[in-house]
Nanobody
Framework: QVQLVESGGGLVQAGDSLRLSCVASGRTFSDFGMGWFRQRPGKGREFVAF???????DYANSVKGRFTISRDNAKSTLYLQMNSLHAEDTAMYYC????????????????????WGQGTQVTVAS
């Protein structure tokens, strides 16, 4: 059974940085793509970034140039470095693991993932 545990959220000021972490267990981490999604107040869950098993990445336009997704396979940990935070980045952030092993395509849709963490709250004060 896959377990994903996020951490690193908090309350920051606009322009600040945060780094989110997600520790995975239950599968061979290096074989699977990983993603970050977020749910802003009153909105549905939306794609933020993904990194596949060969470390290809992609980002939502709203975070491109400010956020960086990375992974440490030796630690089974996914990261999201968030810089120049805006008030609009306020959301619950979720990490997710892809349903398919060794998938090299895009992982920007929720259906590509079958395991989700509980989320970590990021609040950016303007």
């Amino acid at each position: 059974q896959v377990q994903l545990v996020e951490s690193g959220g908090g309350l920051v000021q606009a322009g600040d940085s945060l780094r989110l972490s997600c520790v995975a267990s239950g599968r061979t981490f290096s074989d699977f793509g990983m993603g970050w999604f977020r749910q802003r107040p009153g909105k549905g869950r939306e794609f933020v970034a993904f990194i596949n098993w060969i470390h290809n990445t992609d980002y939502a336009n709203s975070v491109k140039g400010r956020f960086t997704i990375s992974r440490d396979n030796a630690k089974s940990t996914l990261y999201l470095q968030m810089n120049s935070l805006h008030a609009e980045d306020t959301a619950m952030y979720y990490c997710a693991m892809s349903r398919s092993r060794y998938f090299s395509g895009s992982l920007s849709r929720e259906y590509a993932f079958d395991s989700w963490g509980q989320g970590t709250q990021v609040t950016v004060a303007s």
